[in-house]
């Protein structure tokens, strides 16, 4: 690579993109890398404050920015993760499903640590679209030291930094527990908000039942439901009053009762249990119905992925825990 003054790069090729900016209207290369820069040329880039130019020379030293690019995004690549074609030294990876994005962080931040290098990710366990971007990587300098580049892959190892765990269709059954709904006191106000919830996701909700609190009517419909559902959501009697039962009847129904509260507000009364055939029971607590986003919104994409969740990253949800 050499610089030279653009009056004076007629014949040459552009050694990296050349982004013109044009406010209110766009950003992007005006000219991309290799371009035989030509006489009809030296004005525009003149106008866009382009006095000098980097102009192509070979090195067996170092890499130009798109080669290290390449090198990050394969660092990047997995199963249902794919490239744009980079542009002004970047590439993006995108989803090719719609599901869950897992980074391993902490091999993430061993590249970011290194220097003269990034990639910045949405967070883990992200809920993906199909098509949306996940990742974006670049070096910072226009070239880099090969040996630097081929150091921290061996840093950080063969295994894909980012990975997306497609959403599976399931079949979800609901049990609500509560007497005052039972007798027909009142409406219940779950089943409306979880249709709303399961309508984002592949799901079919099966059959849905109501019961007294009374424990075995509990046991009896979870049963029922895992019958034919692989996930159960129970809803109601999930507090600590006399009345409520919902998390001792998942747990006499489970085969891993993985646990009772969480670290997470709206959501700390939150039920998860799983059967030893990997079917999924939940009991959501009463903010479900109100608020937003709770602790079922952070658990369940991970039950559609076929992720499974263990006490330990229960614990891990107080980081951010307070939605």
Same mark, same amino acid.
Request: a negative charge; proline letters at 5%; charged letters at 25%.
């Given at each position: ?13 552009? /050694? ?16 991309? $890398? ?15 404050? =382009? ?20 090198? @990050? ?7 249902? /993760? ?7 030294? $970047?590439?993006?990876? $995108?989803?090719?499903?719609? !599901?869950?994005? #897992? ?5 993430? $931040? ?11 990710? &949405?967070? %883990? ?10 990742? !974006? ?8 030291? =090969?040996? #630097?580049?081929?150091? *921290?892959?061996? @840093? ?13 269709? &399931? #079949? ?23 249709? &709303? ?8 909700? /099966?059959? /849905? ?7 075995? +009517?509990?046991?009896?419909? *979870? ?40 670290? *997470? ?11 030893? %055939? !990997? ?24 039950? +559609? ?14 980081? !951010?825990?307070?939605?």
């Amino acid at each position: 690579m050499q610089t030279i003054a653009t009056k004076d790069a007629v014949g040459m090729r552009l /050694v990296q993109d050349v982004t013109q900016i044009i406010p209110g209207e766009k950003k992007g290369p005006r000219f991309k $890398k290799g371009h035989l820069i030509k006489s009809e040329d030296v004005p525009i880039l003149l106008s866009m404050g =382009k006095e000098n130019l980097y102009v192509w020379t070979e090195s067996d030293d170092m890499l130009h920015e798109e080669a290290a690019a390449e090198i @990050l995004y394969q660092m990047c690549a997995s199963e249902n /993760v794919y490239p744009t074609d980079v542009s002004e030294g $970047k590439i993006e990876a $995108k989803s090719k499903v719609s !599901g869950l994005l #897992k980074v391993d962080v902490e091999r993430l $931040k061993k590249l970011n640590s290194f220097g003269e290098m990034m990639i910045a990710t &949405k967070p %883990t366990y992200f809920e993906a679209e199909k098509d949306q971007t996940v990742a !974006g990587m670049r070096v910072i300098p226009l070239f880099i030291e =090969k040996e #630097k580049m081929n150091q *921290v892959v061996e @840093l950080v190892g063969p295994a894909p930094l980012l990975e997306i765990a497609p959403f599976k269709f &399931k #079949k979800v059954a609901i049990v609500t527990t509560g007497s005052e709904i039972f007798k027909g006191r009142i409406k219940d106000g779950f089943e409306p908000v979880l249709r &709303k919830k399961m309508a984002a996701y592949p799901t079919e909700i /099966v059959a /849905v039942k109501i019961v007294d609190d009374q424990l075995s +009517m509990i046991k009896e419909a *979870v049963n029922e439901m895992l019958a034919i559902a692989d996930i159960v959501l129970c809803t109601g009697g999930m507090s600590v009053d006399a009345d409520d039962l919902t998390p001792r009847a998942i747990n006499e129904s489970a085969d891993d009762f993985v646990t009772y509260g969480t670290p *997470v507000l709206p959501g700390a009364m939150f039920a998860l249990a799983y059967t030893k %055939t !990997g079917q999924a029971i939940m009991g959501l607590p009463g903010s479900v119905i109100f608020a937003k986003r709770t602790v079922f919104d952070l658990i369940f994409p991970r039950i +559609m992925a076929d992720i499974p969740v263990d006490f330990s990253d229960i614990a891990d949800l107080g980081h !951010g825990g307070l939605l």
